[in-house]
């Protein structure tokens, strides 16, 4: 299975970056990036890119490619919504319609949140847009899956690129085993999510296409989804 990550530098990408190279089965990782990585193995290939919205320049390494994992994103604290959905939405749609042009029958897994509203109704921009994003992923013809985490501990070597996000990561390392306890439905980490996945990319679409913490830790431990016919969320 050869993959492409959007967000390689970001905790989630670290995350799904770091479970295709530890899967044997994944034979070539390309990591779209701005910069380069700080990573070499010899299954990782990257492709230095500034512009998001156009993959005309790039188009043809973009081909042959069996799953997306589109972990690229920002906080939403302080931006203004358009600044907010050129990154979440455009920068989303843009590699959606490039990849799935030039590979039919690929998986695009696009991370969202728990909280995003579909409906466009909700008072707060980010789960409108998160959610507009989503509804139009999957109305593109492609397998297409949302992942709504909630609570992620990065787990590791993932580092979160939001200051305060880091120290509230470092005040909670210690508490974790027993959140994951006493909140199972809220709780994952960076690992599981980049596990989960290559399950659903390797799953057919035979599970639901919006996928929580629940579905994302039982994916992330038995590498299998449900049989098809269960309501998405």
């Given at each position: 299975?050869?993959?492409?990550?959007?967000?390689a530098?970001?905790?989630?990408?670290?995350?799904?970056?770091?479970?295709?190279?530890?899967?044997d089965?994944?034979t070539?990782?390309?990591?779209?990036?701005?910069?380069?990585?700080?990573?070499?193995?010899?299954?990782l290939?990257?492709?230095?890119?500034?512009?998001?919205?156009?993959?005309t320049?790039?188009?043809?390494?973009?081909?042959?490619?069996?799953?997306c994992?589109?972990c690229?994103?920002?906080?939403?604290?302080?931006?203004?919504?358009?600044?907010?959905?050129?990154?979440?939405?455009?920068?989303?749609?843009?590699?959606?319609?490039?990849?799935?042009?030039?590979?039919?029958?690929?998986?695009?897994?696009?991370?969202?949140?728990?909280?995003?509203?579909?409906?466009?109704?909700s008072?707060?921009?980010?789960?409108?847009v998160?959610?507009?994003?989503?509804?139009?992923?999957?109305?593109?013809?492609?397998?297409?899956?949302m992942f709504?985490?909630?609570?992620i501990?990065?787990?590791?070597?993932?580092?979160?690129?939001?200051?305060?996000?880091?120290?509230?990561?470092?005040?909670?390392?210690?508490?974790?085993?027993l959140?994951?306890?006493v909140?199972?439905?809220?709780?994952?980490?960076?690992?599981?999510?980049?596990?989960?996945?290559?399950?659903?990319?390797?799953?057919?679409?035979?599970?639901?296409?919006?996928?929580?913490?629940?579905?994302?830790?039982?994916?992330?431990?038995?590498?299998?989804?449900?049989?098809?016919?269960?309501?998405?969320?």
């Amino acid at each position: 299975m050869r993959v492409i990550v959007f967000g390689a530098s970001g905790m989630v990408g670290h995350g799904a970056l770091r479970a295709c190279l530890l899967d044997d089965t994944v034979t070539e990782v390309l990591a779209v990036v701005r910069s380069p990585l700080p990573v070499e193995h010899p299954r990782l290939r990257q492709i230095v890119h500034t512009d998001f919205t156009d993959y005309t320049a790039v188009q043809d390494q973009l081909k042959d490619l069996d799953a997306c994992f589109f972990c690229l994103g920002v906080s939403a604290v302080g931006r203004k919504e358009e600044e907010y959905t050129r990154v979440t939405y455009d920068y989303a749609l843009a590699a959606a319609h490039a990849l799935n042009a030039a590979n039919p029958g690929l998986a695009f897994v696009y991370v969202s949140g728990e909280g995003t509203d579909s409906t466009g109704k909700s008072r707060q921009m980010w789960a409108r847009v998160k959610g507009r994003t989503e509804n139009d992923l999957l109305a593109m013809p492609m397998r297409a899956y949302m992942f709504r985490p909630g609570y992620i501990q990065p787990v590791g070597g993932a580092t979160s690129r939001t200051p305060l996000y880091r120290a509230v990561y470092r005040a909670t390392a210690v508490l974790y085993p027993l959140l994951r306890r006493v909140f199972p439905r809220y709780i994952t980490t960076t690992d599981a999510v980049g596990r989960a996945m290559l399950a659903v990319a390797r799953s057919e679409g035979a599970g639901p296409t919006v996928l929580r913490n629940p579905d994302i830790n039982r994916l992330a431990v038995t590498g299998q989804d449900e049989p098809a016919g269960r309501p998405a969320p």
